[in-house]
């Protein structure tokens, strides 16, 4: 499956949040062994009232769950926005082998734009990293999602 093709199904997830009122980011993750995506999410931190229910950790535990080992080595993350510290702490420590990821977070980017967690040599494991996969399309989800809330007056 292209990094593209993985990217449209992450931004299926990611509008799948809109719908739900949530931030929409979505994220698929790839088995290269099987063919298959194992693991799918989106943003659910409103509907669950938790807030580490982000797109790649609810997608992580699905994948993990669907091999039964949290070790995900053989594995590609797509995600339609750059992760939080929080998620790119989550993709090194599950060992994911591939990284691919729409927009660039300015605010809270853990992977390019304010740290570069997840191929900092310090740490045990490096993930291989493709950011800018159909960016214009991720960024505009986010843009549209976050005027409506303000037309709203709700953010």
């Not at 950011?131 to 843009?143: F, H, K, Q, V, Y």
Request: proline share 4%; aromatic share 4%.
């Amino acid at each position: 499956m292209t990094d593209c093709m993985l990217m449209q199904q992450a931004i299926a997830e990611a509008s799948a949040a809109g719908a739900m009122e949530e931030v929409p980011v979505g994220c698929v993750v790839f088995h290269q062994p099987s063919g298959r995506i194992i693991g799918r999410g989106h943003n659910r931190r409103n509907t669950d009232a938790d807030p580490t229910a982000h797109a790649e950790i609810l997608a992580l535990r699905e994948a993990a769950a669907a091999i039964g080992d949290w070790r995900l080595t053989d594995c590609t993350l797509a995600v339609t926005l750059e992760p939080c510290p929080m998620c790119a702490g989550a993709i090194v420590n599950a060992r994911v082998g591939r990284l691919i990821y729409g927009c660039d977070d300015p605010k809270a980017g853990a992977v390019r734009t304010l740290f570069q967690l997840c191929d900092d040599a310090r740490l045990n494991h490096r993930v291989e990293i493709a950011g800018g996969i159909l960016a214009e399309s991720c960024a505009e989800l986010l843009r549209d999602f976050f005027k409506a809330q303000r037309a709203l007056g709700k953010k």
